[in-house]
């Protein structure tokens, strides 16, 4: 039971939270580098300060993962049709180079394309990082190194994007930056970070999130505004910002939030949406008419009843499903008997977006990274979600080395099935473990300390204006109220500060 006590609300948020001495998984794997953080250590000292540590750590995995794609940047991507599965290696960026024309100096959104697809299927800031990518890529030559090059220049500006992603993430609880090395070490990243561009709108998002955090809503929304102009999902934040803003009474923070947002989108999209519509507009009609396609619960349910589910249908299915989840988040912000975290909700609203999408591409794991690590930084459950995630990427891949190559070596079509409900199951629990967190929030790790919100920016220690049901009953449960000398609520705290009763 939590225990109404005085505290010093500056000195306990000055303390540094140490994963190795909170975290027992933290604390035995901390074994191969010296053992846990000890009494000699001094924190502060240095140059190496736990923020730097992470981008560090960031960047080497970073590179650990290009050492993997070695075999596909020497040959597999050009030669063979199934090496680069069966090495696990596959990368969008090098075949993209010449298939969307950039090899050619073709403008994005412009200049027409040749084959299926008439315009570049990608927003229109990502399009933008592409053709600067195309442009420090040297001419001439052959067309092979050309893609080489062009993977390299794109690997590098990513490890920026891998770099800014950990940092900020390290940064948005101040009393937990070590969080951090959950991004910085989570093997998903290193695996996927090079397939495709997604890095840019997931950076983009950590640190809107971090803006948010340092009660800066403007400037949350501009970032929020250029994360979607990069990719679609970031637009989901926007759902659970408003019903925690709704229950706390902070429109004015919500209202200079979209118009941020709003703002940063148009400008980035107005100018090639009005000089070139069929252009601009390819994205959303690729999205819409796009089949059902791999690592989706759509798919499977396709290959096991033998039904074919078309585009239409699925985006149907998937948007009745999500209407469904956003009435479940709406649920668990007003009903919750303790306001949820901000990251808490996003990370519930993508993960909800991820697990009815028509498609589930290995690399879009990484949107949910950095939500995970700051709703639930637990090393186990981080790490379950993981290897369910690892286990998915090495099926895909072995999946359509067996479905492209003639000797039928890989995946059958029942293994990856179970690659796909290991995907979904993994994401399934941590977004229990989450939603349990919310629901009773003495079990949730950021807040065994007596924090409300620390990535809530203006939410962090607001009272409640509106609440429902048996929320109503629960406001003196609140653990931060408006002055820091009064009383708090200290939910799960350690038994030497505070009696649990």
Not at 91 to 108: K, Q
């Amino acid at each position: 039971m939590p225990s109404l006590q005085k505290t010093s609300a500056p000195r306990e948020r000055s303390q540094t939270v140490i994963p190795t001495h909170r975290d027992e998984v933290a604390a035995a794997g901390s074994e191969l580098i010296g053992g846990p953080y000890g009494r000699r250590a001094l924190p502060g000292t240095g140059r190496l300060s736990p923020v730097r540590v992470v981008a560090l750590v960031a960047i080497g995995m970073f590179a650990l993962g290009m050492v993997q794609k070695l075999p596909c940047y020497n040959w597999a991507w050009f030669r063979g049709a199934t090496s680069q599965y069966t090495h696990a290696c596959y990368s969008d960026i090098p075949h993209l180079f010449s298939g969307r024309g950039f090899a050619e100096g073709l403008v994005p959104y412009f200049d027409r394309l040749p084959g299926g697809i008439p315009f570049l299927e990608y927003p229109v800031l990502t399009g933008l990082f592409m053709e600067v990518a195309a442009w420090m890529t040297p001419g001439g030559g052959d067309l092979t190194e050309r893609e080489q090059t062009y993977w390299l220049v794109n690997a590098g500006l990513l490890m920026v994007c891998a770099a800014v992603l950990a940092v900020c993430v390290a940064r948005t609880h101040r009393r937990r930056p070590w969080d951090g090395l959950l991004v910085a070490l989570a093997p998903s990243l290193a695996l996927t970070a090079t397939i495709n561009w997604d890095l840019l709108a997931v950076a983009l998002t950590a640190a809107a999130v971090l803006m948010w955090a340092r009660s800066r809503p403007s400037a949350f929304g501009i970032l929020l505004g250029l994360a979607t102009a990069a990719k679609l999902y970031p637009v989901l934040l926007l759902l659970p910002l408003l019903l925690l803003c709704w229950r706390a009474g902070k429109s004015r923070a919500y209202g200079a939030a979209v118009l941020g947002f709003a703002g940063a989108w148009l400008v980035v999209n107005l100018p090639v949406m009005l000089l070139a519509p069929e252009g601009w507009k390819q994205f959303y009609l690729f999205s819409r008419q796009r089949n059902v396609d791999f690592g989706s619960v759509w798919l499977l349910v396709s290959q096991r009843t033998g039904t074919t589910i078309t585009p239409d249908r699925a985006n149907l299915y998937a948007l009745l499903l999500m209407g469904m989840a956003v009435i479940a988040l709406a649920y668990l912000a007003f009903m919750a008997p303790r306001r949820p975290r901000f990251v808490q909700l996003a990370f519930l609203a993508v993960a909800a977006f991820v697990l009815v999408n028509k498609v589930y591409s290995p690399q879009y794991v990484l949107w949910l990274v950095p939500l995970a690590v700051l709703a639930r930084p637990r090393w186990r459950d981080f790490l379950i979600w993981q290897a369910c995630e690892v286990m998915y990427f090495l099926g895909v891949w072995m999946y359509l080395a067996f479905t492209m190559g003639g000797n039928k070596q890989g995946l059958p079509v029942e293994g990856y099935q179970f690659a796909i409900v290991l995907h979904l199951l993994g994401t399934l629990y941590l977004c229990a473990v989450v939603v349990r967190d919310v629901l009773a929030p003495e079990k949730d790790p950021v807040r065994q300390d007596g924090s409300d919100d620390p990535s809530g920016g203006v939410l962090d220690g607001a009272e409640d204006v509106f609440v429902a049901g048996g929320a109503a009953q629960h406001r003196a449960r609140h653990a931060a109220p408006a002055s820091e000398e009064a009383q708090r609520v200290r939910w799960g705290a350690p038994e030497e500060q505070g009696s649990r009763g």
